[in-house]
C-alpha cells in the first residue's frame, strides 16, 4: 500500500436515498409523498374504481412541506409512488445575523450556520422577538430531499 493519504469530498449523506418507494394505495392521509419531484404532505385522497379493464386510480392532494404550495397527482393504486424520508431535528438558537441566517447549536455541541430564516410571518416574528427578549429558543428544524427550514419554535425559558 502507498503511503499516500486519500482525501474524498465529503458530501454528508451516506449515498442513501431522499425516497423510498411505497404503493399508492396504501398512502393515506397525513402521511408524505413527492408531487412533480417536491416532498408533500397529503391533505387529501380519493380512490376511484375505472372502467372493466382499468386500474382503481388515487387521487392525491399534497401541500408542498416547505413552501405551502398546493399540487396534485393521479396515480394508479398498484404502482409505486415515492415518499420522502422526513425527519425533525430540534437545535438550540445562538444567534440571528443580519443577513438572515440563523447559528444553531446541535446535539453535539457543534455550530450549524447554514439555515435561514423561516418566510412564515407569524414564526418569523416570534423567533425574532423571542431572540431579542434574551429568551432560550428552541427551533425545529424539517429536513427532507436535501432541503431543511425552520418549522417550529419551543421556548425552554429565560437564559
Do not use: W
Amino acid at each position: 500500500m502507498s503511503d499516500e493519504e486519500h482525501h474524498f469530498e465529503s458530501k454528508a449523506d451516506a449515498g442513501a436515498s431522499k425516497t423510498y418507494p411505497q404503493q399508492a394505495g396504501t398512502i393515506r392521509k397525513n402521511g408524505y409523498i413527492v408531487i412533480k419531484n417536491r416532498p408533500c404532505k397529503v391533505v387529501e385522497v380519493s380512490t376511484s374504481k375505472t372502467g372493466k379493464h382499468g386500474h382503481a386510480k388515487c387521487h392525491f392532494v399534497g401541500i408542498d412541506i416547505f413552501n405551502a404550495k398546493k399540487l396534485e397527482d393521479i396515480v394508479p393504486s398498484s404502482h409505486n409512488c415515492d415518499v420522502p424520508h422526513v425527519t425533525r431535528t430540534d437545535y438550540q438558537l445562538i444567534d440571528i445575523s443580519e443577513d438572515g441566517f440563523v447559528s444553531l447549536l446541535t446535539e453535539n455541541g457543534n455550530t450549524k450556520d447554514d439555515l435561514r430564516l423561516p418566510t412564515d410571518e407569524s414564526l418569523l416574528t416570534q423567533i425574532k422577538d423571542g431572540f431579542s427578549e434574551g429568551k432560550d429558543l428552541v427551533v425545529t428544524v424539517m429536513s427532507s430531499m436535501g432541503e431543511e427550514q425552520i418549522c417550529a419554535l419551543k421556548d425552554i425559558g429565560p437564559k
